[in-house]
T-cell receptor, first 113, second 114 residues
Framework: DSGVTQTPKHLITATGQRVTLRCSPRSGDLSVYWYQQSLDQGLQFLIQYYNGEERAKGNILERFSAQQFPDLHSELNLSSLELGDSALYFC????????????FGPGTRLTVT | QQQVKQSPQSLIVQKGGIPIINCAYENTAFDYFPWYQQFPGKGPALLIAIRPDVSEKKEGRFTISFNKSAKQFSLHIMDSQPGDSATYFCAVDAGGTSYGKLTFGQGTILTVHP
């Protein structure tokens, strides 16, 4: 158990809908990272927050957004969902902003029908 | 733009064998090279990592070999066990203003037969 929690574990929704994925980092970790894992694209970095501020951005679609709250939990919002958004979404956390020693949560499996 | 290439895609060894997984990177600015292990239905777990100022690092049965001039690094698993069967990912971290942005290889599915 990495200490990172993610909810929900599974999510099934229809095209065009909006969903919110939630992540709680390990105790003491200030950075939260979001990754998308799919068979064709592999494990792709989406976005990083450090102590409430956006720190680094990857190939995150404009339909996706994230935020980190004062209690350090983070939410990833996915809107106008398409079939291609079906994937595993992982949250990771680390103590610092450097990206070293990232600990991953169990993931949320999103299925868009 | 693919910044890290991982090979092989899959690997089958017998118990006790020494599987070797290789990664090649393009950008010499990278300064952190971790390996992650992922079991089905689980998130990736940090296995071992190396910085470019050393050529080898061992942790238990896992060893990273790093060749800075060739821009390659590899994972060796000594005395492999069936419980090591998993998908392994190498990654690179750009550092600098891109801190936190891990770029992963495509993964290697390792199967260790009893």
């Amino acid at each position: 158990d990495s200490g990172v929690t993610q909810t929900p574990k599974h999510l099934i929704t229809a095209t065009g809908q909006r969903v919110t994925l939630r992540c709680s980092p390990r105790s003491g970790d200030l950075s939260v990272y979001w990754y998308q894992q799919s068979l064709d694209q592999g494990l792709q970095f989406l976005i990083q927050y450090y102590n409430g501020e956006e720190r680094a951005k990857g190939n995150i679609l404009e339909r996706f957004s994230a935020q980190q709250f004062p209690d350090l939990h983070s939410e990833l919002n996915l809107s106008s969902l398409e079939l291609g958004d079906s994937a595993l979404y992982f949250c990771a956390s680390s103590k610092t902003s450097s990206g070293y020693e990232q600990y991953f949560g169990p993931g949320t499996r999103l299925t868009v029908t | 733009q693919q910044q890290v290439k991982q090979s092989p895609q899959s690997l089958i060894v017998q118990k006790g064998g020494i599987p070797i997984i290789n990664c090649a990177y393009e950008n010499t600015a990278f300064d952190y090279f971790p390996w992650y292990q992922q079991f089905p239905g689980k998130g990736p777990a940090l296995l071992i990592a190396i910085r470019p100022d050393v050529s080898e690092k061992k942790e238990g049965r896992f060893t990273i070999s790093f060749n800075k001039s060739a821009k390659q690094f590899s994972l060796h698993i000594m005395d492999s066990q069936p419980g090591d069967s998993a998908t392994y990912f190498c990654a690179v971290d750009a550092g600098g203003t891109s801190y936190g942005k891990l770029t992963f290889g495509q993964g290697t599915i390792l199967t260790v037969h009893p």
